[in-house]
């Protein structure tokens, strides 16, 4: 092992160094071994005392080892075979050099052991003749011996002609690595004289970048100049935007201002002014008891642009009847609630103007029931007035249900016709039924087979205008007229268009049929006469993709409501089938597998859990409201709850599938 092998790495920056120089000390170490036969390890300190001084001095290598060269050279002039020193020790010494920097490289040692190499040879053949010399001398002459000579002679004859073989092909070899050095010097003239070349291509470039930096930044101070130039413009043609802007304001003031004088006079010389109206708002249709709503009342004159003359709106609500358990009407007293009137109770109806062609009518129903909304302009009656609007409960005061309809086979869907009848479907029964506003049954259809009038496990169920009825059933929609009579029957199992796996949900929208293909994982639209329209959702638990969709229904804004017993949860989407919200996979409220749904008044949706047993109410916004029902067999209890409605009375009607009955609340 070298010194550096074992030297702290901050003694000495050289010493610590340890690289190829290593094995160049263990050449010189393992060159004493095969010259002298001593294995090298040195029992002395690696240190002795000065003899004069007495100071501790640091041994050298060569110092440590000098005894094995002593003893080496020794030995060999003893036995002679060496004259001198032995051909190696040059090269033991130099490689035995503390420092590894003094010691050669590879390729002197590799020179120093080819000299060594040729030393031996000529060694070797001088100790042969000098042996049968001495042998020839002192042993009697002989055939054996004088034939021994001769092949000895004849073996350093051959020796010596492989030796001059052996230098001729070195030197013809010096002569080709000499020849390659020369190609090889060529070369690299040839690439320093590129590298000159690329070097002043270099610099030509670096000139042109530096000019095309300098044309650079004169194009960017000319540019900031014209922006500047831009910005200046635009601020004038803003200027000049708003003055037009003003003028046109002022235009379409006087422009009102003239109309108001004109309709003016011609109020005053009896003349009449013509108006168009439209209205629309939650309020028009249905509501909430203790919940306020509204209703707006949008003018407009004969060429669509809107009314700007002063006219006096006002509105009353009326109820006109309230349902009883037995959906008997009974007589209620009429409350009448102007805005003018000087005694107001403490309910009222309000009429304010939000612009000058839109009034806004706002009230808050105290009982439920059905109602009328009447809405005047000038003291007549517009069209459509008195509109209908059903008043539903407050849910958190559901629970307990006032009728139930019985004798059933496991109900599934549920809807309501014209006439207020009763339409269920009875998904095991394999037929339809329809009730009365008392509960008796009328009339069924249906029966269990593959032709187009008959049905498996019918499902969802809807009515149009016309009280046709859409049922959907395994693998296929059917439409009916209101007596039971097939119209027309569409689909057969499969993915595609038209196609379905497990139909269930079925509900009316804009004069279009929304369908939940369940398995399917989609809702499949189509028109009124059944011809396929687009396709909504696909299979996934991201936004705007279903899992397992059973019921879809809509708010008066279009939007889409769908639950998905797959993912646990109701998808909001609007028309275009952009998502907008999710609800019911958390939190209080959380739905294990939502089966049904239904919205009201656009302020609640109804959403019935089949697994949980229960119905569970939100906010059209998601947020948690309260929940009814429980597992059971009685009243106010479920056994998977699936489809929910409601009446023009506001009562809520769930199918209770495995109790075979419809509760009503």
């Not at 690289?19 to 393992?30: L, W």
């Not at 909304?373 to 006032?402: A, C, K, M, W």
Request: with cysteine; net charge neutral.
């Amino acid at each position: 092992m070298p010194p550096e092998a074992s030297a702290p790495a901050a003694s000495n920056i050289e010493m610590s160094k340890y690289d190829a120089s290593v094995d160049i000390f263990s050449i010189g170490v393992v060159s004493i071994f095969t010259i002298g036969e001593i294995f090298p390890c040195d029992p002395l300190a690696p240190n002795f005392a000065d003899e004069k001084s007495g100071v501790v001095v640091a041994r050298t290598e060569l110092q440590r080892r000098s005894h094995y060269m002593r003893n080496v050279n020794e030995q060999l002039r003893a036995c002679g075979q060496l004259r001198g020193d032995h051909s190696l020790i040059r090269l033991i010494q130099q490689c035995l050099q503390n420092f590894p920097s003094k010691r050669p490289g590879i390729r002197e040692v590799l020179r120093l052991l080819e000299d060594a190499r040729a030393g031996f040879r000529y060694e070797g053949s001088e100790r042969n003749k000098r042996e049968l010399v001495r042998a020839l001398q002192t042993q009697p002459r002989n055939q054996n011996l004088e034939r021994v000579l001769r092949d000895l002679v004849t073996e350093n004859a051959h020796l010596q002609s492989r030796v001059q073989t052996e230098l001729a092909a070195a030197q013809l070899q010096l002569r080709r690595n000499e020849e390659h050095l020369q190609a090889t010097e060529k070369e690299m003239q040839t690439l320093r004289q590129e590298l000159t070349r690329k070097e002043t291509e270099l610099t030509g470039k670096e000139a042109e970048s530096t000019r095309n930096k300098a044309e650079l930044t004169r194009k960017e101070a000319e540019l900031t100049r014209k922006e500047a130039e831009v910005t200046r413009a635009e601020e004038t043609i803003r200027r000049e935007q708003q003055q037009i802007q003003e003028m046109r304001q002022r235009e379409t003031e006087l422009v009102q201002a003239k109309d108001r004088e004109i309709a003016l006079l011609q109020q005053q010389q009896g003349g009449k002014h013509s108006y168009t109206y439209q209205v629309s708002g939650p309020g028009l249709t249905s509501a909430t008891v203790n919940q306020p709503t509204h209703v707006l009342v949008q003018l407009t004159d004969s060429s669509g642009r809107p009314y700007s003359l002063p006219l006096n709106v006002t509105a009353q609500v009326k109820l006109v009847s309230k349902a009883t358990p037995t959906n008997t009407h009974e007589a209620t007293p009429t409350r009448t609630w102007w805005p003018w009137s000087k005694k107001q109770p403490e309910k009222q109806v309000l009429v304010a103007m939000t612009s000058p062609s839109q009034y806004e009518v706002s009230y808050t129903p105290v009982s439920r029931g059905q109602h009328k909304l009447h809405v005047q302009v000038n003291d007549r009656e517009i069209n459509g007035s008195p509109f209908t609007v059903t008043v539903y409960p407050d849910p958190r005061q559901l629970g307990h249900p006032v009728r139930t309809v019985t004798g059933l086979n496991c109900p599934y869907g549920i809807a309501f016709n014209s006439h207020q009848e009763m339409i269920v479907s009875e998904c095991e029964g394999h037929r339809v039924s329809i009730f009365d506003i008392r509960g008796q049954k009328i009339r069924i259809f249906g029966s269990r087979g593959d032709s187009p009038d008959q049905m498996v496990l019918p499902a969802g169920i809807a009515t149009d205008d016309t009280d046709n009825i859409y049922v959907s059933s395994e693998h296929k929609l059917q439409k009916f007229t209101s007596r039971g009579e097939l119209i027309k029957c569409i689909g057969r199992r499969g993915s595609k268009e038209w196609e379905f796996n497990d139909p269930r949900g079925v509900t009316l929208c804009a004069n279009q049929v929304f369908v939940c293909d369940r398995d399917n994982h989609r809702i499949q639209v189509f028109d009124l006469d059944l011809n396929f329209v687009r396709s909504i959702g696909s299979h996934g638990k991201g936004r705007g993709e279903f899992n397992s969709p059973l019921d879809v229904k809509f708010d008066t804004a279009r939007n889409l409501y769908v639950a998905e017993w797959g993912n646990g949860r109701v998808q909001v989407m609007d028309t275009r089938g952009q998502f907008i919200r999710l609800f019911g996979q958390e939190g209080e409220g959380k739905l294990r597998e939502p089966s049904g749904l239904h919205i009201i008044a656009d302020t609640y949706v109804y959403v019935s859990d089949l697994s949980g047993h229960c119905i569970v109410v939100y906010e059209t916004s998601g947020q948690f409201v309260t929940s009814f029902g429980r597992p059971g067999q009685k009243e106010g209890e479920f056994h998977g709850p699936y489809c929910i409605t409601s009446c023009v009375d506001a009562f809520i009607h769930v199918c209770d599938y495995w109790n075979n009955r419809v509760e009503i609340f």
